[in-house]
T-cell receptor, first 109, second 113 residues
């Protein structure tokens, strides 16, 4: 079966670092995506990993271990505007994307 | 400006009525997708299309229908056969090769009364 797990909610303080974990079990693997979604809005693309290792993009980094079926999104120097849901998604074979339930992050002053 | 548009943003319908949600993109993307999002749940794939005049069922296609007569357009019809249609519907598109990250429209919130 297809399954992606993420923590439901996380809380962190402005200026801190937070790591959001994602574990997956899918029938195939052709890349892992992280999206940010503010309440009531569309998801926006943050990062993509297809090979093992760390991808860095400004304040955001994403890590992948294919052998462990594991990824994390690292957010540094947290800002209030980072309060949002973060969605982990895996593309299995073809055009099928499997999304996790999302992690709602609250950044406190 | 290139992007994806969905209309309307909010839609109310009576139970038993079919309703069609619009999705248009001018990104020249070959692939288009429809997702449903319920509170506290991830996005679930309803239908996707890789090329004009071709589309595939996703995980929750029952009670929905689509068409892809033009590259730019991928309308979704929510039929009366869909048991619980009240949800947030998101349309997305991507290129058909390479990384294929998806670009999402603003969504339509459908409420069936």
């Amino acid at each position: 079966g297809q399954n992606i797990d993420q923590p439901t909610e996380m809380t962190a303080t402005e200026g801190a670092i937070v790591q959001i974990n994602c574990t997956y079990q899918t029938s195939g693997f052709n890349g892992l995506f992280w999206y940010q979604q503010h309440a009531g809005e569309a998801p926006t693309f943050l990062s993509y990993n297809v090979l093992d290792g760390l991808e860095e993009k400004g304040r955001f980094s994403s890590f992948l271990s294919r052998s462990k079926g594991y990824s994390y999104l690292l957010l540094k120097e947290l800002q209030m505007k980072d309060s949002a849901s973060y969605l982990c998604a895996v593309r299995d074979f073809g055009q099928n994307f499997v999304f996790g339930p999302g992690t709602r992050l609250s950044v406190l002053p | 400006d290139g992007g994806i548009t969905q209309s309307p943003k909010y839609l109310f319908r009576k139970e038993g009525q079919n309703v069609t949600l619009s999705c248009e993109q001018n990104l020249n993307h070959d692939a288009m997708y429809w997702y449903r999002q319920d509170p506290g749940q991830g996005l679930r794939l309803i239908y996707y299309s890789q090329i004009v005049n071709d589309f595939q069922k996703g995980d929750i296609a029952e009670g929905y229908s689509v068409s892809r007569e033009k590259k730019e357009s991928f309308p979704l019809t929510v039929t009366s056969a869909q048991k619980n249609p009240t949800a947030f519907y998101l349309c997305a598109s991507s290129i058909a090769e390479g990384r294929r990250e998806q670009f999402f429209g603003p969504g339509t919130r459908l409420t069936v009364l």
